[in-house]
């Protein structure tokens, strides 16, 4: 069956840095917008940065300039670089495809919601001050 597995989460301190990874299997990610998105218990989902298949990227506010996002059709593969870490960046982070293909602009706003895509069971990532 289709799906996304993360890895890469960790512990770190602020200011650190960390690279997440999501290897897709059973479908082929290369014409599929692909995106990351965060959870922290009790609150909402923050979509943080989204690629389509042409290599166009957008980014949340909260996370530009510090988190980069990398697709590599080849491997199936998506990556997540994040630097300067911070407290405030602790969460469960997830890997997802969109259901339709949309600008990542807009992508954003999906990854927002649980509706209109699917996602992995994520990688915890936690900072420390």
């Known amino acids: 069956a289709p799906e996304l597995v993360e890895s890469g989460g960790g512990s770190v301190q602020a200011g650190g840095s960390l690279v997440l990874s999501c290897t897709a299997s059973?479908?082929?990610?290369?014409?599929?917008?692909m995106g990351w998105f965060r959870q922290v218990p009790l609150r909402g989902r923050e979509g943080l940065a989204a690629?389509?298949?042409?290599?166009?990227?957008a980014y949340a506010d909260s996370v530009a300039g510090r988190f980069t996002i990398s697709r590599d059709n080849d491997e199936n593969t998506l990556t997540l670089r994040m630097n300067d870490l911070k407290p405030e960046d602790t969460a469960m982070y997830s890997c997802?495809?969109?259901?339709?293909?949309?600008?990542?602009?807009?992508?954003?706003?999906?990854?927002?919601?649980?509706?209109?895509?699917?996602w992995g069971r994520g990688t915890q990532v936690t900072v420390s001050a």
């Open positions: 997802a495809t969109l259901i339709r293909h949309i600008s990542p602009r807009q992508a954003l706003d999906v990854l927002s919601t649980p509706y209109e895509n699917y």
């Open positions: 059973d479908f082929s990610i290369e014409k599929k917008v």
């Open positions: 690629i389509d298949p042409e290599g166009t990227t």
